[in-house]
């Protein structure tokens, strides 16, 4: 792996990184041919950018005993420059950036003919007007919205293999929509949808903020950015809710380093049993190797989860199958972050599901 701390570049041009992107092209061609025996690929060339995060750096791990995965190079967020990413040459890039530099440089990798799968937010939502509001800024390519693909990997039809763009989904949208989205048509969509989530510090990303402390967390459990979390309308968006169906997202942190648990308070438009509900899942996560569904009444336990790239899943009917409670438990560095982004890169190029993550 080469580790590079380059000055970082400008990127304030749009110009200039359609040039950049364009001499790459030129001098490399679109995309680089893969190592490949008997017609079958065997290593993929992969670079990371922000791999001394958290997420990135789970990335990193898991991508070094990846039998398919070449690291090629590997840069923090705030060290890497285009000009160095194109010299490594990589098929694929995971950008575990921040948002607004995943959007300014997502178009540029893109034209130099390489994937890209991004950990940000910078293109997981289809709206571009939400973008201003939700996420403070301007999307400079909407059109690359569409094209995006959303990787919740149990939720793709065979997309993966034809994307060059993945937008891996949150955290927390992680953990509800693989709770929820089995019981899309089933939900009173008159009846508030309420997701009650808690996670562990390390989702807040690497920052020097007093709030984040141990000081601060030890001993303490906190509700934040209600009703403006930036994950609602990637949740609203993955649920089909649409605009006057009533979602009701309300994050906490909790004193731990890391895991999501989600509780789900829903509404059926008409009684369901256990057996119909346990159908549901099963036949939804039949071929699900990440997905872990508990017996009826049974709820999942954070423990069972963290340094896991599984989720689990339980729930309980209430008032005679009208309403459930269902609860969904990941670790937000991996099924949250870094082991979807390579179930993703996996199934994009053709490779065991599994692979790097068991």
């Keep these: 792996m080469k580790m590079i701390d380059s000055s970082s570049l400008e990127l304030s041009s749009?110009?200039?990184?359609?040039?950049?992107?364009?001499?790459f092209s030129a001098a490399f061609g679109a995309g680089v041919e893969p190592q490949t025996t008997d017609n079958r690929q065997l290593t993929t060339r992969v670079a990371i950018a922000g791999a001394t995060g958290y997420a990135g750096a789970e990335l990193e791990k898991i991508l070094r005993r990846h039998k398919h995965a070449n690291v090629v190079a590997a840069y923090s967020s705030g060290s890497f420059s285009l000009e160095a990413l194109f010299a490594a040459r990589p098929e694929v890039v995971f950008l575990a950036t921040p948002n607004e530099v995943s959007a300014e440089v997502v178009p540029a990798i893109l034209d130099a003919g390489i994937k890209v799968i991004d950990l940000s937010g910078a293109f997981r939502l289809g709206e571009p007007s939400l973008y201003p509001s939700w996420y403070g800024f301007t999307h400079a390519r909407p059109e690359l919205l569409g094209e995006a693909?959303?990787?919740?990997p149990e939720w793709c039809n065979g997309e993966l293999k034809?994307?060059?763009?993945?937008?891996?989904p949150g955290c927390y949208?992680?953990?509800?929509?693989?709770?929820?989205?089995?019981?899309?048509?089933?939900?009173?969509?008159?009846?508030?949808v309420i997701c009650d989530s808690k996670s562990g510090v390390s989702g807040a990303g690497k920052k020097a903020d007093v709030a984040f402390s141990f000081s601060e967390l030890f001993g303490n459990f906190k509700a934040y950015g209600v009703g403006q979390h930036r994950h609602e309308p990637e949740?609203?968006?993955?649920l089909h809710l649409g605009e006057r169906a009533a979602l009701v997202f309300v994050p906490h942190l909790i004193p731990t380093v890391r895991g999501i648990y989600?509780?789900?308070?829903?509404?059926?438009?008409?009684?369901?049993?256990?057996?119909?509900?346990?159908?549901?899942?099963?036949?939804?996560?039949?071929?699900?190797?990440?997905?872990?569904?508990?017996?009826?009444?049974?709820?999942?336990?954070?423990?069972?989860v963290v340094n896991t790239p599984y989720a689990e899943i339980g729930f309980q009917?209430?008032?005679?199958?009208?309403?459930?409670?269902?609860?969904?438990?990941?670790?937000?560095?991996?099924?949250?972050?870094?082991?979807?982004?390579?179930?993703?890169?996996?199934?994009?190029?053709?490779?065991?599901?599994?692979?790097?993550?068991?």
């Design 14 to 23: 749009d110009s200039m990184l359609s040039v950049v992107g364009s001499q």
């Design 317 to 358: 009917l209430l008032h005679g199958g009208r309403r459930a409670v269902i609860v969904s438990v990941i670790d937000n560095l991996l099924k949250g972050a870094a082991s979807q982004a390579v179930q993703n890169f996996n199934r994009m190029l053709g490779y065991a599901e599994t692979e790097g993550l068991l």
């Design 173 to 192: 949208p992680t953990s509800i929509l693989l709770a929820l989205r089995p019981l899309t048509y089933l939900l009173d969509r008159t009846q508030p």
């Design 235 to 238: 949740i609203r968006q993955g």
């Design 262 to 304: 989600s509780t789900m308070h829903v509404a059926f438009t008409s009684p369901v049993t256990d057996e119909e509900l346990t159908g549901l899942y099963r036949d939804s996560y039949a071929d699900a190797p990440f997905v872990r569904m508990l017996p009826a009444g049974q709820m999942p336990e954070l423990k069972d």
């Design 162 to 168: 034809k994307a060059r763009l993945v937008a891996n």
């Design 149 to 152: 693909v959303y990787g919740l």
